[in-house]
């Protein structure tokens, strides 16, 4: 999948989790990730956010110390 839109895809989920509470949205954008993206997606983000985070939403940045990183194959 391209970065792009994996950050579209992530940004997405922030932008619908924005309208809630901070700390819930925030939780709400690791769980989804948590709860949804196969491995290499959160491999892939993890990528982006490592490298600078460059496009993510506030949220997804906040949310990525709750969101399980893959373990390297």
Partial sequence: MSADKLVYMA??????MASKPHAEG???VAAHIND?????MRRQLFEIL???????????????PQIRRPVEA
Avoid: T
């Fill in 50 to 64: 490592d490298g600078g985070s460059e496009g993510l939403h506030p949220l997804v940045v906040e949310a990525a």
């Fill in 26 to 28: 925030v939780a709400g």
């Fill in 11 to 16: 940004n997405q989920i922030a932008r619908f």
């Fill in 36 to 40: 949804y993206w196969e491995p290499r």
